[in-house]
């Protein structure tokens, strides 16, 4: 009778211990990640690496709908951006999907080192005028998805125009003697971000671009610069400010305009139009035709072609040019999305659609010439300590 009790007892343990395994079995062939998405064990790791806002809901919903992959997102700010840690890194195969600037295109390019995705079927859901500026960069090839355009305009304080029976300039004379004006009544005409060249002066020279130097920012643009400056146009502690703090200033009505690309009304906040009543216009940057400064094919997106999840990051670019998908984007990051349908409601869109409606300057090349436009952008933050030490 105790020999039955034993080799019962050692059967119910012995069927106890099989339980557990085949429960902790079924547990490893599906993994949860930290943010909750469930996905399996031998699922790959694809990663991605950028300096845009992706909603971690975007990477969850993918991860749901791709259990086989995980991604990994490495975000870096692109005003420190290390060319040697990212393009640099590729032949060792552990980056798979990448941002790439308009400055290392074309090397990325001719060194061998990103995807051809021209005939992807994603990207027809491009627009034609962004995905022909990727194909005119090299050999009518296309090796990037472009997630946005980028438009640069002046904002303007509206309230401040009108009290003064001023009206947004639609010549370069009219902007000089709107400057003026805006100056005899004590209001600072301009405020820029001349501490902070990624955001600040870059916004600042790619907006004055008048289309030198092969749709560039011109020579001439230095010597008018230096007599806005001199003419006392601009607020005098620009050179120290960062754009995030050109901005304020503009907002908080000290400064009648300020140059910024339309991505910027993610700085807007909900309390600008309590102080001032804000609006955009192009900026005259000559007498001529009014154009609009634009880099119609920004925020590009790569695969590497050392990458061995080659097919898995296909996936991914398909999925981020998805309509809702590039909405979600264009809502989190304040852009113009180049994906067709994929366009988002964002504040002050009324103000931007204006501007984006006219003819466009592609100033592609000035985002291009980074070495040049450095240099200049440099003689301009000279040119702003030099006046405020006068």
Not at 162 to 171: K, Q
Not at 300 to 323: C, G, H, I
Request: hydrophobic residues 45%; negative net charge; glycine residues 6%.
């Amino acid at each position: 009778m105790n020999r039955l009790k034993t080799t019962s007892l050692i059967l119910v343990l012995l069927l106890a211990l099989l339980s557990v395994l085949m429960f902790n079995a079924a547990r490893n062939s599906m993994m949860v990640t930290d943010s909750g998405a469930a996905y399996e064990s031998n699922a790959v790791e694809l990663n991605l690496t950028h300096w845009i806002n992706i909603p971690s809901s975007l990477l969850e919903r993918f991860e749901e709908e791709n259990p086989n992959i995980k991604i990994n997102y490495i975000r870096y700010n692109i005003s420190a951006y290390d060319k040697a840690a990212i393009l640099d890194r590729l032949p060792r195969g552990d980056i798979d999907v990448l941002g790439v600037r308009e400055a290392d295109y074309l090397p990325a390019v001719r060194s061998l080192l990103l995807l051809d995705l021209t005939d992807q079927a994603f990207m027809a859901r491009c627009g034609g005028g962004a995905r022909a500026s990727v194909a005119a960069k090299y050999d009518g090839r296309e090796y990037a998805l472009p997630l946005s355009g980028t438009y640069y305009g002046m904002w303007y304080n509206k309230a401040v125009f009108e009290r003064h029976g001023l009206s947004a300039p639609r010549t370069y004379d009219q902007f000089l003697n709107i400057c003026q004006e805006l100056k005899n009544h004590g209001i600072a005409p301009i405020v820029l971000g001349g501490g902070d060249y990624d955001a600040g002066l870059a916004a600042f020279l790619m907006t004055m671009s008048d289309g030198g130097n092969e749709g560039g920012v011109s020579a001439d643009f230095l010597r008018r610069t230096e007599d806005l400056i001199d003419a006392g146009y601009v607020y005098e502690q620009s050179a120290e400010f960062t754009f995030q703090q050109a901005f304020e200033v503009f907002k908080r009505g000290r400064a009648a305009m300020f140059p910024a690309p339309d991505y910027s009304v993610n700085l807007c906040g909900m309390d600008m139009e309590k102080v001032i009543e804000p609006g955009v216009c192009p900026i005259p940057y000559s007498n001529a035709v009014q154009m609009v400064p634009c880099i119609p094919a920004d925020n590009m997106t790569a695969v590497s072609a050392y990458s061995d999840l080659k097919t898995e990051a296909m996936q991914f670019l398909d999925y981020l040019s998805r309509p809702e998908v590039s909405a979600a984007l264009a809502r989190e990051n304040g852009w113009t999305s180049t994906i067709g349908g994929g366009a988002a409601e964002l504040p002050y869109a009324d103000d931007w659609s204006a501007v984006r409606a006219l003819d466009i300057l592609d100033i592609s090349q000035a985002a291009r010439d980074l070495p040049r436009v450095k240099n200049w952008a440099n003689q301009v933050r000279l040119m702003l300590l030099k006046h405020n030490v006068k």
